[in-house]
């Protein structure tokens, strides 16, 4: 589906909420995508993109970044605490911090470099056991445990379970963020952005919808 044709809906959705459409920033979703793709969007004026790996954004990237200016990279995928280094050269935003080790990485990183990344802890709405996120019950906590580390908490990310209505988690999501006073929302997907806007997402993350099927899995 053409890029206008997501930003359409996204402020279609915005407008239905009775939000701005400038409320909500999408993120397209460039993971396992040819680089012919991802350089027709970028050529189309898009500037923030979403990858989930940090080498696979490591060899595709610097070179975009070169070519076209103001890109924003954020990471929405799983991050170890040995590539806390090159993460942090590379991404604006980190999606998934989850636990305290990483945390402290990061507070580490941060200190030497007198910049932080806008943070988003990763939550495991659906508590799943093969998911990565910090349980619900233990998501105040850790966030007042990163905001002791100093860090730039902006707000928490969730990707509801598969079998699951997305808008109990996206509810969820948002009650979490509410009451810990935290005003940013990553949630949303080609298949149910609508409804995250609706539920108060402030950043939409959008692969297959604008880049089509992914070629790779992913
Ligand atoms: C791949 C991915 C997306 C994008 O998924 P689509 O269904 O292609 O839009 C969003 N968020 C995360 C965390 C992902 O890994």
Redesign the pocket.
Known sequence: MPLTDIQTRIEAACHKAERKAESVELIA?S?VQPNARVEAVLNQGHRVF?E?RVQEAQGKWPDFKAKFDRVQLHL??PLQSNKVKPALDLFDAI?TLDREKLARRIATEVQARGACPALFIQVNTGEEPQKAGVLPAEVDGFIKACQGFDLNIKGLMC?PPMEEEPSLHFALLAKMAKRNGLDSLSMG???DFESAIALGATHV?????IFGE?VKP?
């Open positions: 979703v993971k979403g989930n929405i995928g999606h990707i997907m080609s298949s993350r959008v692969g297959s919808a992914r992913d």
